[in-house]
């Protein structure tokens, strides 16, 4: 079946430095959507990435879609207290709505 | 508040018993999903249900079941409880069933004694 990979698993930061969390696939996507879940929250859904070279802003967050369409970024530019909590990338199928979850990046930040 | 609605939000039971969660989707969505994240893992997807009718199925055990009522509520029904099934099971809804966002409930910690 598909398959996401996910880095770093863990990532710590001081306030104000920046943060990428990343997602591969093996396999050419449909679609990439990427969700937080805060600690001991459920998962919060921020974007979904279609096109091929796609890059959509919201605030202080960039998501990337790769040319290829097989891999996805996060970046995160002065990281505030806020942005704790875990990232997850989701591969989408064109069979049902299926998302693959890619094992998360889990952000710290330090004030 | 996302819409999503699960019960209970705790289950505490013993090995070899059966248990149903259960969920109420957003209104309007026609499509829930049920996944298993244990402590510090990723999300598992489970079962993916549209308009009653079951659309994708993930790595679910054959102990568990689910089902979508015609009121588009589910349940998803774990029996034969081992300790390994102690995790966090959420529900989630969309309107479709095809490259739509995802709105989780705040899920159903399932601890196995």
């Known amino acids: 079946g598909q398959q996401v990979m996910q880095i770093p698993q863990y990532q710590h930061v001081q306030e104000g430095e920046d943060f990428t969390t990343y997602c591969n696939s093996s396999t050419t996507l449909s679609n990439i959507q990427w969700y937080k879940q805060r600690p001991g929250g459920h998962p919060v859904f921020l974007i979904q990435?279609?096109?091929?070279?796609e890059v959509k802003k919201q605030k202080r967050l960039t998501f990337q879609f790769g040319e290829a369409k097989k891999n996805s970024s996060l970046h995160i530019t002065a990281t505030q207290t806020t942005d704790v909590g875990t990232y997850f990338c989701?591969?989408?199928?064109?069979?049902?709505?299926?998302?693959?979850f890619g094992g998360g990046t889990r952000l710290m930040v330090k004030p | 508040d996302s819409g999503v609605t699960q019960t209970p939000k705790h289950l505490i039971t013993a090995t070899g018993q059966r248990v149903t969660l259960r969920c109420s989707p957003r209104s309007g969505d026609l499509s829930v999903y049920w996944y298993q994240q244990s402590l510090d893992q990723g999300l598992q997807f489970l079962i993916q249900?549209?308009?009653?009718?079951?659309?994708a199925k993930g790595n679910i055990l054959e102990r568990f079941s689910a089902q979508q009522f015609p009121d588009l509520h589910s349940e998803l029904n774990l029996s034969s409880l081992e300790l390994g099934d102690s995790a966090l099971y959420f529900c989630?809804?969309?309107?479709?069933?095809?490259?739509?966002?995802?709105?989780f409930g705040d899920g159903t910690r399932l601890s196995i004694l």
């Open positions: 990435l279609v096109k091929s070279g």
């Open positions: 989630a809804s969309s309107v479709y069933p095809e490259m739509e966002p995802q709105h």
């Open positions: 249900y549209y308009n009653g009718e079951e659309r």
């Open positions: 989701a591969a989408g199928s064109n069979a049902g709505n299926m998302l693959t």
